[in-house]
T-cell receptor, first 113, second 109 residues
Framework: DAGVTQSPTHLIKTRGQHVTLRCSPI?????VSWYQQVLGQGPQFIFQ???????GRGNFPDRFSARQFPNYSSELNVNALLLGDSALYLC????????????FGSGTRLTVV | RKEVEQDPGPFNVPEGATVAFNCTYS??????FFWYRQDCRKEPKLLMS???SGNEDGRFTAQLNRASQYISLLIRDSKLSDSATYLC??????????FGAGTRLFVKA
């Protein structure tokens, strides 16, 4: 079975540009969460989607948005990129909302120059 | 006070040693607890869930102390391959898991 797949794996963007990151959860998992991880820190929660509805939003600006599609895949969009948005963006798939642990994708490493 | 705190380390231990990490949390409503392992420049991988009664998986033992609001991870007979960053995660029954910054472990020959 395929695990959590994320694309692209690496991305370099210029300040002010827009980026779309994609994630496909494990088959049968209906919950997708997005995290940002900068070097030396733990993953920071951005969004959670469950059954195509937003169930939670972290402390990130409105430049960050996401959605989940009928097949449970998800996109994370970031507008007006800042240098500080450079990070590893992780997608996490889970079977239940809170009691099961996550399976993470290998992430998208975003560099903003 | 941070919601989840971990000693960043690094912990440098010889092969075969026993090492323990703690993770303290501030929200007493926290319901689900986890330990993840993260190798350098890789994604976190779920190591084990932490149950109220404690749980063990081979050389790894996790404990939960609700009264003092911390979870622990004990690694016995450390291997070189155990070198990694160990993240604790907790969920307050809502929609997100909160992670600590991680504890770095180096196991040396």
């Amino acid at each position: 079975d395929a695990g959590v797949t994320q694309s692209p794996t690496h991305l370099i963007k210029t300040r002010g540009q827009h980026v779309t990151l994609r994630c496909s959860p494990i088959s049968g998992h209906k919950s997708v969460s997005w995290y940002q991880q900068v070097l030396g820190q733990g993953p920071q929660f951005i969004f959670q989607y469950y059954e195509k509805e937003e169930r939670g939003r972290g402390n990130f600006p409105d430049r960050f948005s996401a959605r989940q599609f009928p097949n449970y895949s998800s996109e994370l969009n970031v507008n007006a990129l800042l240098l500080g948005d450079s990070a590893l963006y992780l997608c996490a798939s889970s079977l239940e909302l809170d009691r099961s642990g996550y399976t993470f994708g290998s992430g998208t490493r975003l560099t903003v120059v | 006070r941070k919601e989840v705190e971990q000693d960043p380390g690094p912990f440098n231990v010889p092969e075969g040693a026993t090492v323990a990490f703690n993770c303290t949390y501030s929200n007493s409503a926290s319901q689900s607890f986890f330990w993840y392992r993260q190798d350098c420049r890789k994604e976190p991988k779920l190591l084990m869930s932490v149950y109220s009664s404690g749980n063990e998986d081979g050389r790894f033992t996790a404990q939960l102390n609700r009264a003092s609001q911390y979870i622990s991870l004990l690694i016995r007979d450390s291997k070189l391959s155990d070198s990694a960053t160990y993240l604790c995660g907790l969920n307050t029954g809502g929609f997100k898991t909160i992670f600590g910054a991680g504890t770095r472990l180096f196991v040396k020959a």
